[in-house]
Every structure is written in C-alpha cells, then in structure tokens.
C-alpha cells in the first residue's frame, strides 16, 4: 500500500500523475487511477508521441494505446494497462503528453541520491583527550 505520493506533473483539470514511495507513477484521471512502473511509463510516453500515426498494437505485454472510432466516426483513444484504461479523446491525448512530458522533465532534473557519505573516524578513535592540556 502507498502511504507518500509526491506529485510530478501540473495538475490538469483533476488529472495529475504522482510517485510513490516503491517508485510506481500514479496516473490519477477524473475518478480513475492507474498504476505504471518507470519502464510503463516511459514505453507509453512513446506510444503517445506517435499517437496521431499509423502504427501497430505494443508489445509491451501491460501497455497498450489503440485508436479507435465511435459508431458516429469520431475518433478517440484507449489506453490500457493491465486491466485498466482511459478513454481519452484527442485533446485528453495532448494532455497525457504534455503530464509524462512534465514527469520526465522532473525526473531529468531530480538530485540523483546519493550513497551516505562514509568517513574514518579511526583518527577519532585514537586521540587522546588528555593531549587539549
């Protein structure tokens, strides 16, 4: 379970995605959520990037974007992953890839962490109070 989200992208109309402490992104649209690892995410980044071109269903086994069209021929979007999915028009789609655009400028510019410092205190260990006098 999830206790800390950090959130990494502008909010966008109650849409926003956020970070967990096991560094899974959370996808938060209108009432849904949806859940990526890093690599998820990116793998969809890219999806969305050639979105408005021809291409084939993703071989990523848990991502996947399709095009699709209402009986009334407009055109709209399903992301899936795993068993979960947005129904995204156009517009929405823009605003997918500008929120991973703002993750990933986050994540280019976040600290990188560190390893604890390591220092000897062995010189510490071997000084003799008594030499202050």
Not at 19 to 44: A, G, M, P, Q
Not at 65 to 93: C, Q
Not at 106 to 118: A, C, G, Q, S, Y
Not at 125 to 131: A, K, V, W
């Amino acid at each position: 379970m999830c206790n800390n989200l950090t959130q990494i992208s502008q909010t966008y109309e109650d849409r926003a995605i956020f970070r967990c402490e096991h560094n899974t992104f959370h996808i938060v649209w209108d009432k849904s959520v949806v859940h990526l690892s890093f690599d998820e995410l990116r793998y969809l980044y890219s999806l969305i990037e050639f979105a408005h071109a021809d291409w084939k269903p993703s071989k990523q086994p848990n991502v996947h974007l399709f095009r699709r069209a209402t009986p009334e021929g407009r055109l709209f979007f399903e992301v899936w992953v795993s068993s979960s999915g947005l129904r995204l028009s156009f517009k929405d789609v823009s605003i997918l890839k500008n929120m991973l655009a703002d993750v990933f400028a986050f994540l280019d510019n976040e600290l990188p962490v560190r390893t604890k410092t390591v220092v000897s205190t062995r010189a510490f260990q071997s000084f003799n109070i008594l030499s202050w006098n």
